[in-house]
């Protein structure tokens, strides 16, 4: 499958680069774009989704599954793997984004609100991509 094809079954679609763009989730009411698609030079699609919805929802909410993501391989393809898939300003993105859900959880907590399981969830979540985004950079 061709990215153009994924893209065309998106909405708010805006290009943040070669080969880069964001979008509104399928997978989720979204009001701005979290989404983020990136188009590999060997035709394979990333994405990813900053307010959290797994790969596999946001592909099933078009129509698409994983497999969808990746070309079709021609015979004797031995393509090179990419080191480092996302650049550093998407992993800042996602960064900022985790640290405003810490920031909203710390403020709730510092005014007595005590934070409902689902929000203790996400917290963890948050924890565990920062230490993600980390080890993202170390390479």
Known sequence: ???????????????TGRGRWVSRCPAHE????????RELDDGRVLLH??????TSDVLAAV???LEDL?????????????RRPWSAIDVLRCVAFEALVVSIAANNVAQGVELPEADRK????AASRLQ???????G
Do not use: N
């Not at 499958?1 to 290009?15: E, F, I, N, R, T």
């Not at 989704?49 to 797994?54: K, M, R, V, Y």
């Not at 993600?132 to 170390?138: G, I, K, L, Q, Y």
């Open 70 to 82: 990746f070309p079709e391989r021609q015979e004797g393809y031995s393509g090179a793997k990419e």
């Open 122 to 125: 996400r917290l963890l979540l």
């Open 30 to 37: 979204d009001s701005r774009p979290s989404l983020a698609i």
């Open 49 to 54: 989704d900053f307010a959290g919805c797994p």
């Open 63 to 65: 129509g698409l599954t």
């Open 1 to 15: 499958m061709s990215v153009d094809k994924l893209l065309s079954l998106l909405h708010g679609v805006k290009p």
């Open 132 to 138: 993600a985004a980390t080890e993202v950079c170390d």
